[in-house]
């Protein structure tokens, strides 16, 4: 099976790609290689008419929360990989947080196989850390890593113990498994609710100070220099825990950290109205976070944009905002939040790829995928920098609808994802891109 | 003086401004004589129905809720819900629809976590009126410690007032500080460090000063107000003992030494005696205590009057 992505403009940050010169043919599941423009193209291929688009190698988010096992009726593998290829995304990373904890070779076997059974994105599962993420015991990497985890984390509950985690990273470290931490310091944060400021004082709701995220992001990076294991920041958002990265990887150390976008498009001035939808962990920080956030985008602190898609059900959003559950979706909004950043100038192109692509392949160590080298799995996204949508929660292919995007008017969109070589998604207003084009092949 | 009030809730003070809250305030003197009468009773809100839902256990507000309601002739109806069998299943939408469906005029909220007046305001039709919400706002209380003010300081604009004791658990601080402010008072606030964070200077723009000590706060004002220690909000210790907090951020007789000469002694009640207030303050001849009970009902008569359809049916009334 062929299929060509025709006059394209390619960016592939992995090898400085920049052009509008080529054409990408992908062949079995594998990216074949670069025509030039004038080059004829193989016979019995499918074209893919990309003028005026951006094609990329396939986005990776690093941070999804698909539900299943356990919570089903929030999120399920097949809604959550169907969410995923329509915000543009080729493969999600698992996060363990389920029911039962993924902290065994079985659960890993489950959700690899509910992927396979959807058939739409790569889903990577993520290992617990500890046994049932209770931040005790160690879970058995290297069973996990063998049935096919790509990273351990114990996310949404900080392991509090500095000697447990060491442990943690030395034993990861011998797997080559990235340790990914959600920071927070429960002493800290417990029963907090929100961002500890102004607006908490304001809404009387208990407030998280950054210190709580600040304090376990340094730990870490001092933790990573003794045991030398790779640690991931998960959803950095303070301006202390970025100048800790800053200062981790100009000391050299194997420390990396992801943003999401609501982090740096809101503040915690947005909760005035005790909107659950943004109600998440972390928490809405104020403008002078925003702006750490804005600047490490921009200096290359921050490695990679991952969604923290956290889908929840009406029900349990339509709580007090004290006893709602944390978090938001996030799958279809990233990309054209992202592109905001673009418009804006914090970010250029090259570098949207960068952080949703090249540099999230290379965070977990997946090989040939965020590239497109010959030979590299044919994962690819496909964007227009100028699409004007508007996102309607209503619509979304998500199971949940927490999200406080709604009815957000976007410019710059993913309006194909193929995985595999398979076109698994395509922006129905750009069928047109196949359709003439099959036509055109075959006569 | 006009009979409307533009707003469809009373939520919080913090979105009042300055015009609206004296209405209010004017509006609830024209029913203090009401409660003096002997019968007293007005037509006002004949037909209309007033529903107090306390989430959180309260005698003296829904109680004062509750006269204010009947003193205007509305048919009050108390409903008590344990927040732990909300937990069993019901969310605050059902709770919402459920009411709803009953047609009130007016709902009186009162619940243990902030906000939820906010969000059944926007889950319902019905008027709301927060009667307390977790640590956020309590606008009755500040009105009627307003109205207490007023009436014996004549104005509220250039007063210097002291609020001492737990201002972070407090919702009666929040309100106070928003209404004072908005009326050209300047407010000290006092405290232990753990209660009294120092980013709460920041809740109003000007007009709000964090005092180390509570002598700092009370030098020279011409208000007290003293906080209730609340320990049922408290999830971690905020002070080492009750005997501390008594003898450090307690008010006592000398420190009323240090206010203005005429000063007064304000506190919501209930009162923790012997911790953070001395009996001796608290039943001294400054002691507005049971003046501002009194003034909850005229403010709370007002409100309800205003919401509930009162001002209404008297201009419906005077255009026929």
């Known amino acids: 099976m062929k299929l060509l992505i025709a006059n394209g403009y390619i960016i592939d940050p992995s090898q400085e790609i920049n052009t509008g010169g080529k054409h990408l043919l992908l062949e079995n599941g594998r990216v074949s290689g670069m025509l030039d423009r004038g080059e004829e193209a193989p016979r019995d291929c499918e074209v893919l008419d990309a003028t005026g688009l951006i094609v990329a190698p396939g986005f990776i988010d690093l941070h999804t929360h698909l539900r299943e096992p356990g919570a089903e009726y929030k999120e399920t593998i097949a809604t959550g990989s169907a969410a995923a290829v329509a915000g543009g995304w080729t493969t999600v990373c698992a996060m363990p947080n389920t029911d039962p904890v993924n902290d065994s070779a079985a659960v890993t076997r489950f959700i690899i196989e509910q992927a396979q059974r959807a058939q739409l994105a790569n889903v990577f599962p993520v290992g617990a850390l500890t046994k049932g993420s209770e931040g005790i015991e160690l879970a058995e990497m290297g069973e996990m890593q063998n049935a096919g985890i790509v990273a351990v984390s114990d996310d949404g509950k900080p392991v509090p113990n500095a000697g447990t985690m060491r442990r943690a990273m030395e034993y990861a470290h011998g797997f080559g498994l990235t340790v990914v931490d959600h920071c927070q310091d429960p002493s800290l944060s417990k029963g907090g609710v929100m961002h500890e400021g102004r607006w908490s004082l304001t809404l009387g709701l208990k407030g998280m100070p950054a210190a709580a995220e600040d304090v376990q992001v340094i730990r870490d990076c001092v933790l990573s220099k003794l045991t030398r294991a790779a640690v991931h920041i998960a959803h950095i958002s303070t301006t202390g825990s970025i100048e800790a990265v800053r200062r981790a990887k100009e000391a050299g150390l194997s420390v990396t950290c992801e943003v999401a976008p609501h982090h740096w498009t809101l503040t915690d001035e947005a909760l005035v109205d005790y909107d659950t939808n943004l109600k998440m962990s972390p928490p809405l920080r104020s403008r002078n976070h925003v702006e750490a956030l804005l600047e490490g985008l921009r200096d290359g602190t921050i490695d990679a944009i991952a969604t923290d898609h956290a889908p929840h059900h009406l029900d349990e959003k339509t709580l007090e905002f004290d006893r709602a559950p944390f978090g938001i979706t996030g799958l279809e909004t990233a990309i054209g939040l992202a592109f905001e950043l673009v418009h804006q100038g914090v970010i250029d192109l090259e570098r949207l790829v960068a952080l949703c692509s090249t540099n999230p392949a290379r965070v977990f160590g997946l090989e040939d995928r965020g590239t497109l080298k010959k030979d590299a799995h044919a994962d690819i996204t496909i964007l227009d920098a100028n699409y004007q949508w508007k996102f309607d929660g209503a619509s979304s292919k998500s199971k949940s609808r927490n999200t406080p995007f709604d009815g957000r008017e976007m410019m710059g969109a993913a309006i194909a994802t193929i995985v595999g070589g398979k076109l698994v998604y395509l922006n129905p207003d750009f069928s047109r891109l196949t359709e003439s084009k099959r036509r055109e092949a075959s006569a | ?320």
Do not use: W
């Not at chain 2, 906080?227 to 905020?238: G, I, P």
């Not at chain 2, 003898?247 to 304000?266: C, F, N, P, R, T």
């Open chain 2, 1 to 320: 003086m006009t009979t409307t009030f533009a707003r469809k809730h009373l939520l919080g003070i913090r979105e009042l401004d300055a015009d609206e809250i004296t209405h209010l305030l004017d509006t609830a003197e024209t029913f203090r004589d009401i409660s003096q009468r002997e019968i007293k009773k007005v037509p006002a809100l004949r037909g209309r129905t007033v529903i107090n839902l306390f989430f959180e256990s309260s005698t003296r507000t829904r109680t004062s809720f509750e006269i204010a309601a009947k003193r205007l002739s509305a048919d009050a109806v108390n409903i008590s819900v344990s927040t732990s069998s909300v937990s069993k299943g019901e969310t605050l939408l059902d709770t919402a629809r459920n009411l709803e469906a009953m047609s009130p005029d007016c709902i009186v909220v009162r619940h243990s976590m902030a906000g939820a007046p906010q969000q059944l305001a926007k889950m319902g039709n019905s008027p709301i009126v927060n009667a307390g919400d977790g640590s956020h706002e309590h606008p009755t209380q500040a009105l009627l410690d307003a109205l207490t003010i007023r009436e014996h300081k004549g104005n509220i604009q250039n007063l210097k007032v002291a609020i001492i004791g737990d201002v972070l658990h407090s919702r009666v601080a929040r309100s106070n500080v928003h209404l004072l402010t908005k009326l050209g008072a300047s407010v000290s606030v006092a405290g232990p460090g753990t209660l009294v964070p120092a980013e709460f200077a920041e809740l109003v723009d000007h007009g709000l000063s964090v005092e180390k000590g509570i002598e700092d706060a009370i030098a020279g004002a011409d208000v007290v107000m003293i906080l209730r220690v609340q320990r049922e909000r408290q999830d971690a210790a905020f002070f080492p003992s009750m005997r501390e907090y008594a003898v450090h951020y307690g008010l006592q007789s000398k420190h009323l030494k240090l206010a203005a000469e005429d000063a007064i002694v304000m506190h919501p009640g209930p009162m923790n005696r012997g911790v953070e207030i001395s009996s001796e303050v608290a039943d001294g001849s400054r002691s507005l205590i049971l003046d501002q009970v009194t003034n909850g009902v005229a403010v709370r008569m007002a409100v309800l009057y205003l919401l509930a359809g009162g001002g209404r049916t008297e201009l419906e009334e005077r255009s026929h």
